[in-house]
């Protein structure tokens, strides 16, 4: 590996330790063994690295959402169940122990202090939501429509949001899946 991907492994490690307020650019120095100039060499400013750390976070468990070692969501697209089954995958990210997600709701609170990192998050978040979209209906990503993105991505994005807040601030009465359907069954009752 080289400093760059040496910083990012550095960085992600601080992140989940520290938080990111906490992180400082010599933690992320003496975590991933390389020297403060190969932070703005490769990345700009130890926020950009740290944005890009949270970013890799974000990925790596995204593959969780499609269920247990990779093998897939296997209910049908667009179904209740498939609802059901990718938001369970969904949370049981968020009861681990140490959950990442914790990093989130700090960023959030934090945006207005840090505005550069909360633009490159923001431009991030279209991709997040049109993965998001695939997961739920089994449509390619690269097939997701614009207007679908803003619509039924933003509301996914807006279900994650509420959700990652809820399992931070109370997991004991934060919903589980089930919940989560038999309420969209409800909706999709009143609504029809």
Known sequence: MGHREDLLEGAKRCLLAKGFARTTARDI??????????????????????AEAYLALVGE???????????????????????REVWANIIATMR???????????????????????????????????????????????????????TLGRFYTTLMTGLIVQWQFDPDRAPDADALTEGLGMVIEAAG
């Open 96 to 150: 681990e122990p140490g959950s990442m997600w914790r990093l989130s709701v700090e960023i959030v609170a934090m945006g207005d202090q840090l505005p550069a990192v909360r633009e490159h998050l923001a431009l991030q978040q279209r991709e997040a939501e049109r993965a998001l979209v695939a997961l739920f209906t089994g449509v390619p990503e690269k097939d997701v429509p614009d207007r679908t993105l803003d």
């Open 61 to 83: 468990l995204s593959d969780a959402f499609e269920g247990a070692e990779g093998g897939g969501v296997t209910a049908p697209p667009g179904s209740l169940e498939r609802f």
């Open 29 to 50: 120095v003496k975590e991933s063994g390389t020297n403060l100039a190969s932070i703005g060499y490769h990345y700009g400013s130890k926020d950009a690295l740290l």
